[in-house]
């Protein structure tokens, strides 16, 4: 329907986000079926070695290359029933996070057809991408914009409201919600809240047993982030009275967990996001002071994530026992990397700690997908060791140091990698840009399989940007028309 002044007059929506979260499940698209053939590469490299998954260079990036001849195969890909989660929909953690199997996605060049789903769900080919499995389409995550979540913020902002519908329709949620936490214990912290020019400035003072400590934070109302502006540990005596103070474990909500889950059904998977001891002991600081710490304070640096590391992991033994997952993600690896602190130190403060962790996952079935932003590439074979399923977000150069072919190459499908499109990208280029972007992530990420194309974070600002917007729906669109095995 046209207005008098010729435009097109909105059409009616319904007036909450329940209801609209009600009528895009109604309406939403289940699946599609394609019968392409899906080409395959693998690389001898010199020397010997197994096979592993090759890709073509996009031109950036750094880093020594393998060498050797690059042989390209076929593989004819029929619709077919694929059951890879149907069946444990009723597990706690909707199923076991097994390894991959290199042969599910024919990284060999077989030419027998790879079954496949005629209808796959958003939580079907999430779970399938997570296993190495194949799917019938890269799985599209919009990260933190998390459309199926009621309570998010953006779900509530009018300027990202229809943004936020065309996600719920067309996107693959990975639902970001956390419950529970490790912190100092509560009744030794006094919080005071003011507000200072439409600033919301919160001063929290620890009574801690040598004398408080006292940490304060800003947030502005038209960006959702809070700066922490003045650190809770400033100095060597900070830390030492830090170390004599109770920490407690505050407990997961089940019960809001398994509603949560239940509503977002077949349109994705629950992710809850832990903070390993890494990032706990960093954040306590400011970024230079825990930078100093780390070189003139060692063994107290070490004495603070032995002490998180027993938090850590009493509160994930509560969310494994509660039924939470299946996938979590692990915040804190990228404060231990190059150019910030040597690689040796990335294996003493990361791998030491969160290998148990991950373990833990793994005991009960759930995946676990490590965060780590920036330079990767002298870490990666340290991340590998730890055995994850997920890694994210694989920022390109020159943010990241390694192209996302290159991090296929060396993690040989032993690893699903998520993200690869930068948000500033999103935020401040044309949509054609994005376009390409997006192309060329899923040129890159896409053989072999265990690939989600993804941002690597999300708008904070309010109102959105109409740019922005026509940008995320550049990006979804081409994901959904390029996107498919």
């Known amino acids: 329907m046209e207005t008098a002044a010729g ?3 909105p059409s009616a929506q319904p007036a909450t986000i329940e209801h609209r979260l009600a009528a895009t499940a109604a309406t ?3 699946g599609r079926v394609h019968m392409q053939r899906m080409h395959v590469s693998f690389r001898t490299a010199s020397g010997g070695g197994g096979p592993s998954i090759s890709t073509a260079s996009c031109g950036i990036g750094s880093g020594a290359r393998a060498t050797g001849a690059v ?4 593989v004819a890909i029929a619709p077919a029933a694929l059951n890879c989660t149907r069946a444990r929909r009723a597990m706690p953690h909707a199923g076991t996070c097994r390894r991959s199997r290199p042969e ?3 990284m060999h060049g077989a030419t027998t057809p790879i079954p496949r789903s005629p209808a796959m769900t958003s939580r079907e080919r999430l779970l399938c991408a997570l296993r190495g499995e194949p799917t019938d389409r890269v799985p599209i995550s919009t990260y933190e914009l998390v459309g199926w979540n009621p309570d998010a913020w953006e779900n509530k902002e009018p300027s990202y409201r229809d943004l936020m519908d065309f996600i719920r329709a067309s996107a693959d949620c990975i639902y970001m919600w956390d419950s ?3 912190d100092i214990a509560p009744e030794l912290l006094q919080v005071e809240r003011r507000e200072e020019d439409g600033v919301l400035v919160t001063r929290t003072v620890c009574r801690a047993p040598r004398g408080p400590l006292t940490k304060v934070t800003r947030e502005a109302p038209n960006l959702k982030t809070v700066w922490q502006v003045e650190h809770l540990l400033k100095t060597p005596g900070d830390i030492r009275n830090f170390l004599e103070t109770p920490l407690a474990v505050a407990p997961p909500d089940g019960a809001e967990y398994r509603r949560r889950a239940a509503a977002l059904g077949e349109n994705g998977i629950m992710m809850h996001s832990i903070s390993d001891a890494l990032c706990l002991t960093s954040e306590l600081f400011s970024f230079q002071d825990f930078l100093l710490f780390c070189a003139t304070e060692p063994e107290l640096i070490r004495r ?8 850590v992991l009493a509160y994930t033994e509560a969310l494994l026992a509660t039924g939470f997952g299946p996938l979590f993600r692990i915040c804190g690896p990228e404060y231990a990397t190059p150019p910030y602190l040597p690689p040796e130190r990335f294996r003493e403060y990361v791998v030491a700690y969160d290998a148990t962790l ?6 009960h079935g759930a995946c676990a997908r490590v965060h780590c932003h920036g330079r990767i590439a002298q870490v990666l074979d340290a991340i590998l060791e730890l055995g994850p399923d997920g890694l994210d977000p694989v920022e390109p150069p020159p943010d990241g140091d390694l192209a996302l072919a290159e991090v296929k190459e060396r993690t040989r499908g032993r690893v ?9 990208a999103l935020e401040h280029g044309s949509a054609d840009e994005v376009e390409d972007l997006t192309r060329r992530a899923l040129r890159d990420g896409m053989p072999g399989g265990r690939f989600v194309i993804m941002p690597t974070a999300a708008p904070i600002g309010i109102p959105l940007s109409p740019g922005t917007e026509e940008n995320y729906r550049r990006y979804i669109e081409t994901a959904l028309k390029h996107g498919a095995y």
Do not use: C, W, Y
């Not at 603070?304 to 938090?311: E, H, K, N, V």
């Not at 699903?416 to 500033?424: A, C, D, S, V």
């Open 304 to 311: 603070l994530l032995d002490m998180m590391q027993g938090r």
């Open 28 to 30: 939403r698209p289940r």
């Open 71 to 74: 042989f390209r195969s076929s």
């Open 180 to 182: 529970g936490g490790v």
């Open 416 to 424: 699903t990698l998520f993200g690869n499109l930068e948000l500033k």
């Open 358 to 363: 991950i373990d833990l996952i793994h005991r």
């Open 104 to 106: 599910a996605i024919n």
């Open 7 to 9: 435009a097109a007059a």
